[in-house]
């Protein structure tokens, strides 16, 4: 059974820092792609960050390119987000996941979702 237990979200002013974290069990960790995705209230779930296994490759929605960092850490199970310079416009759901066929596919082509964390941002 896959486990995927994110912590780290929260409330925090425009400018502000957080890191996430998602620790995952239950499968090969360093044998899938993986990611964060976000959903805003009213809004579609959408990729934000993804990397492949062994973090050689790696996308960025264009709205959090150079603000975000997704990075993952296979002897530990865990993957991470440090969001920076964070804006009103972030406020979501985050969600980790994992295996999908290429960076930040479609929602729906996720196989395994984490239960998620409520990051908010207030200007």
């Known amino acids: 059974q896959v486990q995927m237990v994110e912590s780290g979200g929260g409330l925090v002013q425009a400018g502000g820092s957080l890191r996430l974290s998602c620790t995952i069990s239950g499968l090969t960790f360093d044998a899938y792609t993986m990611g964060w995705y976000r959903q805003a209230p009213g809004k579609e779930r959408e990729g934000v960050a993804c990397l492949n296994w062994n973090s050689e490759m790696i996308g960025y929605a264009d709205s959090v390119k150079g603000r975000f960092t997704v990075s993952r850490d296979n002897a530990k199970n865990t993957l991470y987000l440090q969001m920076n310079n964070l804006k009103p416009d972030d406020t979501a759901t985050y969600y980790c996941?994992?295996?999908?066929?290429?960076?930040?596919?479609?929602?729906?082509?996720?196989?395994?979702w984490g239960q998620g964390t409520q990051v908010t941002v207030s200007s």
């Open positions: 996941a994992a295996d999908f066929p290429t960076l930040c596919s479609a929602p729906k082509a996720v196989v395994y």
